[in-house]
């Protein structure tokens, strides 16, 4: 969400995405305000929430924007008066050509006229050959089908243009508006990945703790000598894929001097391989600053 605005490949989605993302920090902010670890003073520091970008995200993208970024309806309303003045004037066109059916109706007493839009004709008024008799004079023919005529008015042409006109011209600005606002994104490209980072950083932290908390794990204790020591130690994906039975726990005693080879011996699915990857796992776990799948470990 970051590189796509720098490399100006960023659709409206995209960026509502990131405002999404952005409008959660202040409540992650206040939450790491109620801890003294230090670790997680230093990330809260590194969190930016970039208030002024994310007021102009929630301003300026609609809640569900389209993926394409120059049909228009991804500017929210109110944040663009030019734009706020070009909509009405579209929208006040096609009020008066949706009310055009039954003034028309009513005119000419033909209850079957019809109003219609196709992309290749425009706006029309549609009468079937039944009633082309009862047919005004001010109808200019548009075009003929097999069992009906379909015309337009002056005013008709008149409220299409402004319409038409209206829409195309707001989706350029719209397009213009965005491109602004993205480029605006791309300027605080550092800022956003400075968050990024320490959210992730956060969000492994959190998941261990969660995995630690859920699994019954145990702090290690690290120090300097040669000695691996782990009491009660378990498999921590096995014993999470066992339903019916309990991952019955082993110990490990290894070091330099006395036991630097342990030799595992059993028949076949005995869980020799089990073994051998849970005591790696428990030492990697412990590297990796996580608590450990074990009653203790040295």
């Known amino acids: 969400l970051a ?4 490399a100006g490949t960023a659709n409206a989605r995209d960026l509502r995405a990131l405002s999404l993302s952005l409008l959660q920090l202040p409540t992650i902010n ?9 670790l997680l003073g230093d990330i809260r520091h ?6 002024e970008l994310t007021s102009l995200l929630e301003n300026a993208i609609v809640d569900e924007p389209p993926v394409q970024i120059t049909e228009g309806h991804i500017i ?12 009405t004037g579209a929208s006040d066109g096609r009020q008066w050509i949706a009310n055009l059916q039954d003034s028309e109706r009513a005119r000419t007493g033909i209850k079957s006229l019809k109003v219609g839009f196709n992309k290749v004709f425009g706006y029309y008024i549609e009468v079937s050959k039944a009633n082309l008799d009862l047919v005004p004079v001010d109808y200019e023919r548009k075009q003929t089908l097999v069992n009906a005529e379909r015309y337009v008015t002056p005013e008709l042409k008149k409220q299409e243009a402004h319409v038409l006109g209206s829409d195309e011209r707001s989706h350029e600005m719209e397009y213009e ?12 490209r550092e800022r956003i990945l400075s968050s990024a980072r320490a959210i992730a950083e956060l969000d ?14 145990t702090r290690p204790e690290l120090n300097n000598s040669d000695q691996l020591l782990i009491t009660d130690g ?21 070091d330099c001097q006395q036991r630097q080879l342990l030799i595992v011996t059993g028949p076949n699915m005995a ?8 005591v790696a796992l428990i030492a990697l776990m412990a590297q990796m600053g996580s608590f450990v799948p074990a009653r203790a470990a040295t």
């Open 271 to 278: 869980g020799k391989s089990t073994y051998l990857r849970q």
């Open 204 to 217: 492994m932290l959190v998941s261990l703790a969660l995995a630690a908390m859920q699994n019954n794990y």
């Open 177 to 188: 508006i965005f491109v602004r606002v993205r480029e605006r994104v791309a300027q605080e």
């Open 46 to 51: 590194r969190i930016d929430p970039l208030p």
């Open 3 to 6: 590189a796509r605005p720098t």
């Open 30 to 38: 206040d939450e790491l305000n109620h801890t003294s670890a230090e």
């Open 76 to 87: 929210r309303e109110g944040y663009d008066a030019q734009l706020d003045q070009l909509r």
């Open 234 to 254: 378990r498999h921590p994906v096995v014993e999470r894929a066992l339903v019916d039975d309990l991952f019955e726990p082993n110990d490990a005693q290894l």
